[in-house]
Structures are given as structure tokens and as C-alpha cells.
């Protein structure tokens, strides 16, 4: 098993932060998508694959399973060279220090992928709520959310009860530094490795670390969100209580606006910028 060193680690995420803006639209979209679509997958198999273990294994377990599973999306992007917001989120700056692109070229590069990511996680939500997380009576027609879509019901509820006090979002905002700081490590440790099994198990840990810790990850949300919401509109009577921002506006005022910011600060900050200035000298000296 062949691994690179730190400082070519870094070398090498800059090279790809500068191929990365120069992407075309079309192809930052599609990607975009495709890797939005590969996120939604991991966090629906996440949320099936936990539903009611913590009843009989303890919460700790429960949200273990929830983060060992979740980790397929991002294994699958990385290695099929798919386009994830929160990856590019320490890919640009990264060559922006290197001054290898301007900081225009990565804010294009941003919006367009987190639009792809936001399309990609609505189908794959919608096949879900339409699908696996209801149930259709076949004599009456009736729809009812299924023991899973109970938990995606859940799962988007709390996501969105953060209310609009300092404290609240604090926690958010703590929660999505914290993630995509982990997330972006998932992603050196992706390159370090050069077979498919290192890079497997190097994404594999921070992710499901992340993700057991109950960190927030912008595009993981906005499929864990629109999943639980369309779910809810088609059984509103799936569960007793649920949150009153659980609605298209709360989904953004009450979660991923902050977590957004969130995450661009646990990327750029956290493992651009520090990396950076950890291993410029040797970086510039290649």
C-alpha cells in the first residue's frame, strides 16, 4: 500500500483546486449534480440503515451506525471525480494561496457546483419520499409514511429547531466548522492514498466520525431536510410533533444558510489556509 507524504498531499489538492475552476459550467453542474445525487444516496441508506437501532443498542450505537454508513456518497465522488461543494470549499482557496487561480474563478466555481449539489439531492429525495419511505394501500390508495420515513421525518425535524438565538446558532455554526474540517481531511487522506482500498478507508473514517459526532454538513441537509419534508406532506400524521420550521423557508433560515458558512469556514481556514502555512516553504520549494 503506496501513500504520499504531507507535502504532496497539499501539492497535489492545489493542482486539483486549480483544475477544478477550470471546468467548464456545464461540466461543474453536472458533476455538481452527480455528486449532490451520491451524497443524498449515502445519507438515505444512512437513515434506513439506523432506524431504530438506538431503541435497542443505545443511542451511541445508533448514531454509529448512522456515520458507518453514511460514508458511500463521498467515497463514490472522490473516486469517480465527481463535483462536492464542500470538497471545493478547501480545493479553491487552496490554489488561490498558490496563486495558481483568482478568487472569482473559485466563487463561480462554488455556485455553480453547490446548485448541481442542491439538484442532485432533491431527485434522490424525491425518489425516497415518493418511494421507500411510504407505503400505498393498495385497495384505498392511501399513503403512509413507512417506519423509515418516520425517521426521515425526525431527522429533518430536528435539523431545522435551531431558533434564531445567538446560543442556537452558535451551536450550528460549531457544528458545520466542525464538519467540513473533518470532511476536507477525509479528502487528504483520499489522496495520500494511492490504491482504492487506502483511499476507501481514509475517507471512510472521518466521515462516519463526523457524521457519529452529529456535526452538519450543508449538502447532506439538503437532502435529510426536503427527504423528511415531502415525506411529511404525503403522512402528516406519520409522527405526534414535529418542528414549525419544518418548511421550504425554515429548511434555509434554520440550517443549511448557516451551516453553508459553516462549512466554508471549516474548509478554508481549518485545512487550506493551515495546511498552507504548515508546508508552504517545502510546497514552493517543489
Known amino acids: 500500500m503506496t501513500f504520499n507524504p504531507p507535502v504532496q498531499i497539499v501539492a497535489k489538492a492545489a493542482a486539483a483546486g486549480t483544475y477544478k475552476v477550470g471546468l467548464t459550467t456545464q461540466e461543474m453542474l453536472v458533476r455538481g449534480f452527480m455528486s449532490g445525487a451520491y451524497i443524498a444516496m449515502g445519507a438515505a441508506l444512512a437513515t434506513v ?19 458507518a454508513t453514511f460514508p458511500v456518497g463521498l467515497i463514490i465522488t472522490v473516486l469517480t471525480g465527481a463535483e462536492l461543494f464542500t470538497g471545493d470549499a478547501m480545493f479553491g482557496p487552496l490554489a488561490a494561496l498558490i496563486h495558481k487561480t483568482s478568487w472569482a474563478a473559485i466563487m463561480k466555481l462554488w455556485v455553480v457546483v453547490y446548485i448541481g449539489n ?16 411510504i407505503s400505498v394501500d393498495v385497495a384505498t390508495g392511501a399513503v403512509a ?20 438565538g445567538m446560543m442556537s446558532q452558535l451551536s450550528l455554526m460549531m ?9 476536507n481531511l477525509a479528502v ?55 418542528s414549525s420550521n419544518l418548511n421550504w423557508v425554515g429548511m434555509w433560515t434554520n440550517n443549511i444558510i448557516v451551516v453553508t458558512i459553516g462549512n466554508i469556514i471549516g474548509a478554508m481556514f481549518f485545512v487550506a489556509f493551515l495546511y498552507w502555512l504548515a508546508f508552504k516553504r517545502e510546497v514552493e520549494a517543489l
Open 188 to 242: 487528504f487522506l483520499g489522496i495520500c492514498a494511492d490504491d482504492v482500498v487506502g483511499k476507501f478507508f481514509g475517507i471512510w473514517f472521518p466521515i462516519m466520525a463526523f457524521v457519529t459526532i452529529g456535526f452538519e454538513h450543508s449538502v447532506a441537509n439538503m437532502y435529510f431536510i426536503p427527504a423528511g419534508l415531502m415525506t411529511y406532506a404525503l403522512d402528516p400524521a406519520a409522527v405526534a410533533t414535529v
Open 49 to 67: 440503515a439506523s432506524t431504530g437501532a438506538a431503541d435497542f443498542l443505545g443511542a451511541g450505537v445508533g448514531r454509529l451506525i448512522l456515520g
Open 145 to 164: 409514511a413507512t417506519v423509515y420515513g418516520k425517521t426521515a421525518i425526525g431527522i429533518a425535524s430536528a435539523k431545522v429547531s435551531y431558533s434564531f
Open 118 to 133: 442542491l439538484i442532485g439531492s432533491l431527485v434522490v429525495a424525491y425518489m425516497m419520499a415518493y418511494g421507500p419511505l
Open 175 to 183: 457544528k458545520a466548522i466542525g464538519c467540513n474540517w473533518l470532511v
